[in-house]
């Protein structure tokens, strides 16, 4: 079994987590953290930021924080093991950030596939996660 355990969820898209949860918690076993991570994606650009409100991104922030609150709520109830993260940026490189940063000894993430040869491919995010990660990676399918 795993000590800490990330899973990153994008909330809507139940995908991302509807097998990858099971496996976290598994993974993690009884006495096993699991980190659940919200991303808030950048927005890139500073010119599209200039049509937002000024605490745009502080709002989207604290509004992940309250979905996840209730995604625990709703799907992991009590359970002792979970933590709750709120990253902001790009995808794979807040994932690794916050991997880092929690000492997490395994990424757990659901696969994306796209396209015709979506049997054959992983989701871009995790097959960016999967080349840079320094620890290991498990996607689930």
Not at 33 to 48: K, P, Q, R
Not at 101 to 113: E, Q, R
Request: hydrophobic letters at 45%; glycine letters at 8%.
């Amino acid at each position: 079994m795993f000590d800490k355990v990330l899973l990153p969820i994008d909330l809507t898209y139940p995908e991302s987590w509807d097998k990858a949860l099971p496996a976290a918690l598994k993974c993690a076993g009884t006495g096993g953290e699991v980190h659940l991570l919200g991303i808030v994606h950048d927005l890139g650009s500073a010119m599209v930021a200039s049509f937002l409100p000024a605490d745009f991104e502080k709002q989207a922030i604290a509004r992940m924080q309250t979905a996840l609150e209730e995604f625990q709520a709703k799907h992991l109830a009590g359970d002792p093991r979970v933590q709750l993260h709120v990253g902001h940026g790009h995808v794979p490189e807040t994932i690794l950030k916050v991997a880092r940063k929690l000492d997490a000894d395994l990424i757990v993430m659901a696969s994306h596939p796209h396209g015709d040869l979506g049997t054959l491919l992983v989701g871009s995010n995790a097959d960016k996660v999967v080349r840079h990660a320094d620890r290991p990676v498990l996607v689930v399918r």
